[in-house]
């Protein structure tokens, strides 16, 4: 409060001295052109410096009422809108400057601030939203796990049941493992801690690859593959990044689809851009399952629920995103539904 006090006084000063020498001056031409007697000069001296004094003073006054209103209060509503948003309040948003004030420069200034606080109160949510859901994803698993290890340790299990208890018991585990995992990587990928290590490798060869690694799931539900892959589609990109994004959709594909039904996969190369579509004939989605299809532990479909966990496409997508990749998705309820990713010509080449 002190330093305030002198650093008002300081600004007074300069201030008087400034006025005082620019209406001194003002006055020593006026009383030189009108050649008064030095008597009545002499009188006057004492009226000036008062008027001077006056003046100061009068401008002073204004000055710091300019600066209260126009300067002083519209920092200091960003000065309590960054304290409360400092405090984890991004809820809160500054009132813009009025225009008529003469500072509206402030209001940029503002607006970026009330941005930071929306993007904020975003990331919160989600982060909010994050860690319910990956509780409540962790809580399935682990009580399938719990409830048929206590049925395990009972005195009079068949060892048919002791076998249908044991898998059980594997597949939850399997679950939270997967879960876990997928947390993982979406955390590093997020925090861009994974860098893609691009290299010239052969497209079709490795969706034939991950198609393979299905064959058990295909085989087991009696669906039918159809392959439409040119060969030696290559592309210059992250193969461990983009098997990921392969895999998701392969298996989303599989797991929709029901007994007997057809999974299609295509690769093919259109105009420098490697494009892989897969679809399913599997139960489809409506156009607001659509929206939000790739958001973390979304899942459109519940009865499917327990063979996944909601992160596979967020994962995709965030893959497609830091690879330069496009994902699109074309579903009819009932119908199926097709994914396409097309790598873009900096990423791709043909073969």
């Given at each position: 409060m002190k330093n305030k006090k002198l650093a008002g006084v300081?600004?007074?000063?300069?201030?008087?001295?400034?006025?005082?020498?620019?209406?001194?001056?003002?006055?020593?031409?006026?009383?030189?052109?009108?050649?008064?007697?030095?008597?009545?000069?002499?009188?006057?001296a004492p009226v000036t410096f008062?008027?001077?004094?006056?003046?100061?003073?009068?401008?002073?006054i204004l000055d710091t009422l300019r600066r209260k209103f126009f300067t002083e209060r519209p920092v200091m509503r960003i000065t309590k809108g960054l304290e409360r948003i400092s405090a984890g309040d991004f809820d809160t948003r500054i009132q813009p400057v009025s225009d008529l004030s003469g500072m509206a420069e402030y209001n940029e200034i503002i607006e970026y601030i009330n941005k930071m606080a929306q993007e904020l109160s975003g990331v919160e949510t989600l982060r909010t939203d994050?860690?319910?859901n990956v509780s409540h994803e962790m809580k399935t698993p682990l009580a399938v796990i719990r409830n048929y290890a206590a049925l395990l340790s009972g005195d009079n299990v068949s060892p048919t049941e002791r076998k249908e208890y044991a898998e059980a018991i594997d597949q939850a585990t399997r679950r939270l493992s997967s879960l876990v995992e997928n947390i993982l990587k979406l955390n590093k990928l997020e925090n861009q801690q994974i860098y893609p290590q691009k290299r010239?490798?052969?497209?079709?060869?490795?969706?034939?690859?991950?198609?393979?690694?299905?064959?058990?799931?295909?085989?087991?539900k009696d669906i039918a593959i159809d392959t439409d892959i040119d060969d030696c589609v290559t592309v210059t990109a992250d193969p461990e990044l983009l098997s990921i994004v392969w895999k998701n959709l392969i298996s989303n594909a599989l797991k929709f689809t029901e007994n007997g039904g057809t999974v299609s996969v295509c690769v093919r190369q259109e105009d420098c851009f490697a494009i892989v579509s897969v679809s399913d004939t599997g139960c489809g989605m409506d156009s607001d399952t659509g929206r939000h299809?790739?958001?973390?532990?979304?899942?459109?479909?519940?009865?499917?629920?327990?063979?996944?966990?909601?992160?596979?496409?967020a994962l995709v997508k965030r893959i497609a995103d830091i690879t330069g990749a496009e994902i699109t998705v074309e579903s009819q309820l009932g119908k199926g539904s097709t994914f396409t990713v097309k790598l873009p010509k900096e990423v791709a080449h043909g073969g």
């Amino acid at each position: 409060m002190k330093n305030k006090k002198l650093a008002g006084v300081y600004k007074f000063i300069v201030f008087f001295l400034l006025i005082s020498f620019v209406v001194t001056c003002s006055f020593f031409l006026f009383f030189h052109f009108l050649d008064l007697p030095e008597e009545q000069i002499r009188q006057a001296a004492p009226v000036t410096f008062g008027n001077v004094m006056l003046i100061t003073l009068i401008f002073w006054i204004l000055d710091t009422l300019r600066r209260k209103f126009f300067t002083e209060r519209p920092v200091m509503r960003i000065t309590k809108g960054l304290e409360r948003i400092s405090a984890g309040d991004f809820d809160t948003r500054i009132q813009p400057v009025s225009d008529l004030s003469g500072m509206a420069e402030y209001n940029e200034i503002i607006e970026y601030i009330n941005k930071m606080a929306q993007e904020l109160s975003g990331v919160e949510t989600l982060r909010t939203d994050f860690v319910s859901n990956v509780s409540h994803e962790m809580k399935t698993p682990l009580a399938v796990i719990r409830n048929y290890a206590a049925l395990l340790s009972g005195d009079n299990v068949s060892p048919t049941e002791r076998k249908e208890y044991a898998e059980a018991i594997d597949q939850a585990t399997r679950r939270l493992s997967s879960l876990v995992e997928n947390i993982l990587k979406l955390n590093k990928l997020e925090n861009q801690q994974i860098y893609p290590q691009k290299r010239t490798y052969d497209l079709s060869e490795q969706i034939c690859q991950c198609l393979l690694d299905f064959e058990n799931q295909w085989e087991e539900k009696d669906i039918a593959i159809d392959t439409d892959i040119d060969d030696c589609v290559t592309v210059t990109a992250d193969p461990e990044l983009l098997s990921i994004v392969w895999k998701n959709l392969i298996s989303n594909a599989l797991k929709f689809t029901e007994n007997g039904g057809t999974v299609s996969v295509c690769v093919r190369q259109e105009d420098c851009f490697a494009i892989v579509s897969v679809s399913d004939t599997g139960c489809g989605m409506d156009s607001d399952t659509g929206r939000h299809i790739f958001e973390k532990f979304y899942q459109g479909d519940t009865s499917h629920s327990s063979m996944g966990n909601g992160l596979g496409l967020a994962l995709v997508k965030r893959i497609a995103d830091i690879t330069g990749a496009e994902i699109t998705v074309e579903s009819q309820l009932g119908k199926g539904s097709t994914f396409t990713v097309k790598l873009p010509k900096e990423v791709a080449h043909g073969g």
